[in-house]
């Protein structure tokens, strides 16, 4: 059984930091892209960043430079820290495991909020 189980969001003040991690179960992990996405309310869910399975790594412009994707295969974990958080940063962040040929699972989500 597939799980991707996403921790660490919360409240937190503009300027400041989070981590979160997701734990993924059930699949292959060193052979997925891991990635994380986020969807603010009215808008459409976009990526924030990938860490394939060959390990390059991408980012969306809004969060170059605050945010640090990694990944340890070992313990199946994808971690996102996010520093100089942002208003704009306040959004459900997804985990996702992607395979190709359009296989792929998505955590449940969790919640980040920067506000003052």
């Known amino acids: 059984q597939v799980q991707l189980v996403e921790s660490g969001g919360g409240l937190v003040q503009p300027g400041g930091s989070l981590r979160l991690s997701c734990a993924a179960s059930g699949f292959t992990f060193s052979s997925y892209a891991m990635s994380w996405y986020r969807q603010a309310p009215g808008k459409e869910r976009e990526l924030v960043a990938l860490?394939?399975?060959?390990?390059?790594?991408k980012y969306a412009d809004s969060v170059k430079g605050r945010f640090t994707i990694s990944r340890d295969n070992p313990k199946n974990t994808v971690d996102l820290q996010m520093n100089s958080l942002k208003p704009e940063d306040t959004a459900v962040y997804y985990c996702?495991?992607?395979?190709?040929?359009?296989?792929?699972?998505w955590g449940k989500g969790i919640l980040v909020t920067v506000s003052s």
């Open positions: 860490f394939s399975s060959g390990g390059s790594t």
């Open positions: 996702n495991a992607y395979r190709g040929f359009g296989i792929q699972y």
